[in-house]
Antibody
Framework: EVQLLQSGPEVKKPGESLKISCKISGYPFEDYGIVWVRQLPGKGLEWMAIIYPADSDIRYGPSFRGQVTVSDDKSLSTAYLQWSSLKASDSGTYYC??????????WGQGTVVTVSS | QSALTQPPSASGSPGQSVTISCTGSGDDVGGYTSVSWYQQHPGKAPKLLIYEVTKRPSGVPDRFSGSKSGNTATLTVSGLQAEDEADYYCSSYAGSDFFELFGGGTRLTVL
């Protein structure tokens, strides 16, 4: 069974750093891209970035370029999303999903990030 | 490039059909066949309903169908059921600069 298992909820202060994870199982990690999607409280979905594990090519959406960093560890079949300095406006739910040619066919359960002083 | 435009709400009675539109431009919806639709119940992760404009993943009921005309894609839900009450999002590939755009979402209410 294909599964994307995300790390647990996080509570952080403004200015702190954070790295959340998305562990893939059930298929070869390098066969599909992994996207990250943000959902702010009560709002819609926003495409943030994609990483292609086969060659580690990474693309960012214009609103997220320079704000977050995406990476992977092929030995762990895991993709990561990280912030170097969180803001309160980063509070929300972050999903990873498998990209099958622009169709996100399997999703993680979401990681809730709360940034508050 | 802005998010794709969806109506904020839609509604219908059980058994009826409802359509949800998703309007973009020639640089996204109109320019590519990579249009998808997702269903999201409260507190849950989104679920893929439709991909490549009209295709349904295995396990998605054929009550859900997709189409496209010009810069507007449409999701049709036929034979509405109570469990169809959810938020629906469209998405489209938007080229190598923007990559992927989502619509703002439509809340479907089953009356």
């Amino acid at each position: 069974e294909v599964q994307l298992l995300q790390s647990g909820p996080e509570v952080k202060k403004p200015g702190e750093s954070l790295k959340i994870s998305c562990k893939i199982s059930g298929y070869p990690f390098e066969d599909y891209g992994i996207v990250w999607v943000r959902q702010l409280p009560g709002k819609g979905l926003e495409w943030m970035a994609i990483i292609y594990p086969a060659d580690s090519d990474i693309r960012y959406g214009p609103s997220f370029r320079g704000q977050v960093t995406v990476s992977d560890d092929k030995s762990l079949s895991t993709a990561y999303l990280q912030w170097s300095s969180l803001k309160a406006s980063d509070s929300g739910t972050y999903y990873c999903a498998r990209d099958d040619t622009s169709a996100f066919d399997v999703w993680g359960q979401g990681t809730v990030v709360t940034v508050s002083s | 490039q802005s998010a794709l435009t969806q109506p904020p709400s839609a509604s219908g009675s059980p058994g009826q059909s409802v359509t949800i539109s998703c309007t973009g431009s020639g640089d996204d919806v109109g320019g590519y066949t990579s249009v998808s639709w997702y269903q999201q119940h409260p507190g849950k992760a989104p679920k893929l309903l439709i991909y490549e404009v009209t295709k349904r993943p295995s396990g998605v009921p054929d009550r859900f169908s997709g189409s496209k005309s010009g810069n507007t894609a449409t999701l049709t839900v036929s034979g509405l059921q109570a469990e169809d009450e959810a938020d629906y999002y469209c998405s489209s590939y938007a080229g190598s600069d923007f990559f992927e755009l989502f619509g703002g979402g439509t809340r479907l209410t089953v009356l």
